[in-house]
Every structure is written in C-alpha cells, then in structure tokens.
C-alpha cells in the first residue's frame, strides 16, 4: 500500500511539473512578445528593468528551470535532485515574500520615481519632436490608455499630440482626454493589486505543497538505499 502511494506521488510530481514546465514556456514566450513590443518601459527608464515584460521573461525561466528540476529528480528518484528542487522552491518563496514586503514599505518611493520618470520621457519627447520614436511611444499608450500626458493634456504646453484627442483633432475646439497617464496607471496597479496579492498567496501554497512532496520523495528514496539512482 504505502509503495503504491509512493508511486502515485512520483508520478503527481512528474505530471504537476511537467504542466508547470509547459506553463513556464508559455510564459517566457510571452515574455519575449512583450519585450518586443512593450512601449511604457521607453517612457520610464529608470524602471525598465521592472517592467512587466522583464517580469515575464525571468519568471518563465525560473518556472521552466525548477519545474525540469522537480520532474527529472522524481522521475529518476534522485536524492540530490529532489533536496536541490526543495532548497530552490524555499529560496524563491522566501524572495516572494520579501519582495511583496519591500514594494509594500516603498509604495511612495516607487509611486513617486515613476511620476518622475514619465514627466521626464514627455520632455524628452518634447524636445525631440513629433516624430521621434520617443513620440510614437507615447502615442501608443495614450490611445492604449485612454489618457493623455503625465496629469493631464496641459503637461504637452502648444503641442498636444493627435493621441490625445478623444474623437478629432480637426475641429477648432478638440476634446483631449480627461486624464492623465500617471492615474491611468495608479488606477491599474489598485484594481490588480487584490488579484495579485491572492496569486502570490496561491503561488505560496504551491510552493509548500510541492516541497512537502519532494521532501516525503525523498526520505522514501533515503531509507530505500536508493540515494542517487541514475
């Protein structure tokens, strides 16, 4: 009995890791997708490095390296894959956690450096002409957005670009968007934040349950005297 509950273990972890092997790659696709054609990081440098596609691409990589981890040390019962696969799945909850922490205590700072940043990517797309590429950026996420400029349309000065224009910008008196990039983007963060604090408690939980798995693997394979089978 307990050896076939043993089994059926091995081969949840090697089907769980495998489906978070193929999710991983998927991500790290995306990733790439999103480096591509990711615009808002041009207009907040000293973040780019924060971006969502950075994000992306790093997590896909991790997924795909731990979860190739886990499936290879179950399916080959090694000891020395399966305590590696535990050490690393506890390293990562551990940065999770200490992450969400951090942007929660810097909330302000982070709020304030990227205002900052876009109120310098406006001017630089000022100063650089309508058609830079800076500019085009900056069309992009306005119409993406539905937001125009920092705070609002008078962050442009005489130069308002046709982005901002909610219908035409033909007319003698045009309409410009009502709001700003800056509260586009704080509204984003807030309606998300409550879904991304519920992945990462989920994500948590994964985390435990697989390293209970690999964990329990691994005494089996420690009193068998199968230690670092091949």
């Known amino acids: ?35 591509l054609n990711w615009k808002i990081a041009s207009l907040t440098p000293s973040l780019a490095n924060m971006n969502i596609a950075h994000i992306l ?18 399916l080959k019962e090694n000891r020395c894959l399966l305590l590696t696969f ?14 969400a ?5 810097y909330e302000k700072e982070i709020t304030q450096k990227i205002t900052d940043d876009l109120n310098s ?19 992009l996420v306005q119409e993406l957005m539905d937001c ?7 962050d442009w000065g005489h130069l308002v670009p046709d982005s901002c224009c909610q219908d035409s910008c033909s007319s003698s008196k045009p309409k410009y968007r009502d709001q700003g990039c800056l509260v586009k983007l704080n509204n984003w963060f807030e309606e998300n934040f409550l879904t991304a604090g519920i992945s990462v408690i989920i994500l948590c939980i994964i985390e435990v349950l697989g390293m209970c798995f690999a964990m329990t693997l691994f005494c089996h394979i420690s009193r068998s005297g199968l230690g670092y089978k091949l």
Request: hydrophobic share 55%; proline share 0%.
């Open 1 to 35: 009995m307990a050896q076939s509950c043993l089994k059926c273990l091995k081969y949840t972890m090697c089907v769980a890791n495998f489906l978070c092997f193929v999710c991983g790659a998927a991500v790290l696709g995306f990733g790439v997708y999103m480096t």
């Open 57 to 74: 691409l790093i997590s896909g990589i991790v997924i795909t390296c731990v979860s190739f981890l886990g499936f290879l040390g179950a």
């Open 86 to 99: 535990f050490l690393v799945l506890f390293a990562l909850m551990l940065m999770e956690l200490t992450a």
């Open 101 to 105: 922490c951090l942007l929660l205590m």
């Open 121 to 139: 990517g406006l001017k630089n797309a000022q100063r650089k002409g309508m058609n830079s590429t800076l500019q085009s950026d900056w069309d």
């Open 148 to 154: 125009c400029g920092v705070h609002n349309f008078t």
